[in-house]
C-alpha cells in the first residue's frame, strides 16, 4: 500500500548539509501496524512526514496504492491527505475548543454540516472511549486522555493510514500501553494501516508486526518484529535490541566463563522461574547481567543477559535447558570486559 523508494532528504543549513535520509527504501503493506524506530536524529520524523509530502524528498518516491503522490497537482494532493492521519506527542489540540468541537474541526473543514459532523464525534469520542467528556476542555483532561481526543480527530475523515510520531513518549507506561491498545483495536475493526514512529523499543515489541530500523538516515535493517528482535544482524539493531553490553552490566556481572543472550519471544508463563529451573535441575548457576522482561497476556517477552561459570559442556547444557521452550532463543555471545 505503501511504497517509499530510494528516498533522499538532505538539508542545507548555514554551515553545513545535514543528510536526514540517505536512499530509503520501505514497503508497507494494507493494514499492517508498521514500526520505524531508531535513535535521536535517525532521520524517523522526517521520513514520516515525507509519507504525506509535508516534507518533498530530493529524490525517489512514495507510492499510496500505486500512486505516486509527489508527482500529484496540489488539489489532488490534499484529496490523497485526507486520507491520511497523524497524530504526535504534542497531541496539538485547539485549548479554546471542547473535545467534541476538536474533533468536529477537520469535519468542519471539509464541509460537513454541523448536525452531521457533531453526530460523527460522538460516536469516534465513544470509540476512544471519552464520550462523556464532550464537552471538557483540553486542560481539564489527562495527558492520555488528550491522545485519545487527538486519535478521534485524526479518525474523523476516515483515513485510510494513521501516523503516529512519538505519540506516546510524553505518557506514562500504563497510560502508552492503554493508547498502545486502541491504537490495536482501531487497526484490527477499521483496518487501518498505521506507521508508528518511536525510539521506545517497548512500543514496537508490544504492537506493531513489521519494523524498519534507521541509523542515521539509512535503512540499517528491517523485518517482521519477531525476527529482528530475536536474531538482529546490524550493529544499530543489535544496540537498540540487546542494550545489555553496557560495561558496567557486565562487570555486574562477576567473574564469567561465558555470557549467554536468552530472548523471551511469547514464551507461556509457567510459574516456575526458568533461570532458577537450571539452577535446581541442572546445577547450573547463573548472574544475571542484564534483564528487560514483561509478560503480556501471559507470555513473556523480552531479553536477558547471563553470566555462567564453567566448561564448555556446561554452556552447552545451560542452552539446551533454556532452549527447551521453542519461544526461547538461546546463544553464546562473546563480550570483553575491561
Known amino acids: 500500500m505503501i511504497k517509499i523508494k530510494n528516498v533522499s532528504r538532505t538539508f542545507h543549513m548555514a554551515t553545513n548539509d545535514v543528510e536526514a535520509l540517505k536512499n530509503v527504501t520501505i514497503n508497507i503493506e494494507k493494514g499492517d501496524i508498521f514500526g520505524i524506530i ?15 509530502m509535508l516534507e518533498r524528498p530530493d529524490e525517489g518516491t512514495v507510492e499510496i496504492e500505486g500512486v505516486d503522490i509527489g508527482e500529484l497537482s496540489p488539489a489532488k494532493l490534499r484529496e490523497v491527505r485526507r486520507s491520511i492521519a497523524m497524530i ?9 475548543r471542547n473535545c467534541l468541537k476538536n474533533v468536529c474541526f477537520p469535519l468542519e473543514l471539509a464541509g460537513v454540516k454541523k448536525a452531521e459532523a457533531e453526530a460523527k464525534a460522538l460516536e469516534l469520542l465513544d470509540i476512544v472511549g471519552l464520550k462523556d467528556k464532550a464537552n471538557a476542555y483540553p486542560c481539564e483532561l489527562s495527558g492520555g486522555q488528550q491522545q485519545r481526543v487527538a486519535i478521534a480527530r485524526a479518525l474523523a475523515t476516515n483515513p485510510k493510514i494513521l501516523l503516529c510520531d512519538e505519540a506516546t513518549s510524553a505518557l ?10 486502541l491504537i490495536r483495536d ?7 494501516t498505521v506507521v508508528i514512529i518511536t525510539h521506545q523499543m517497548s512500543v514496537v515489541e508490544s504492537i506493531c508486526k513489521h519494523v524498519a530500523i534507521l541509523d542515521h538516515g539509512v535503512v540499517a535493517e528491517q523485518g517482521e518484529v519477531t525476527e529482528v528482535f530475536t536474531s538482529p544482524k546490524s550493529a544499530a539493531a543489535r544496540s537498540l535490541v540487546f542494550p545489555e553490553g553496557d560495561q558496567g552490566s557486565l562487570i555486574a556481572a562477576g567473574e564469567c566463563d ?22 535446581v535441575n541442572k546445577g547450573i548457576e547463573a548472574n544475571i547481567a542484564y534483564a528487560s522482561t514483561k509478560s503480556i497476556d501471559g507470555k513473556v517477552y523480552g531479553s536477558m543477559l547471563l553470566g555462567i561459570i564453567g566448561d564448555e559442556d556446561t554452556l552447552a547444557t545451560a ?19 575491561q
Do not use: W
Not at 272 to 278: E, H, L, N, S
Open 319 to 337: 542452552i539446551e535447558y533454556l532452549t527447551q521452550n521453542n519461544d526461547i532463543i538461546a546463544e553464546e555471545v562473546k563480550v570483553n570486559v
Open 186 to 192: 482501531i487497526n484490527r475493526k477499521l483496518g487501518i
Open 258 to 279: 561465558h555470557f549467554i543472550r536468552v530472548v523471551f519471544n511469547g514464551a507461556h508463563t509457567t510459574g516456575k522461574p526458568v533461570i532458577a529451573g537450571m539452577a
Open 88 to 96: 504526535f506527542q504534542g497531541f496539538n489540540l485547539l485549548m479554546q
Open 172 to 181: 506514562d507506561p500504563n497510560t502508552t500501553n492503554s493508547i498502545l491498545e
Open 38 to 52: 531508531g535513535t535521536s536524529g535517525a532521520g524517523k520524523s522526517t521520513l514520516v512526514r515525507c509519507i504525506n
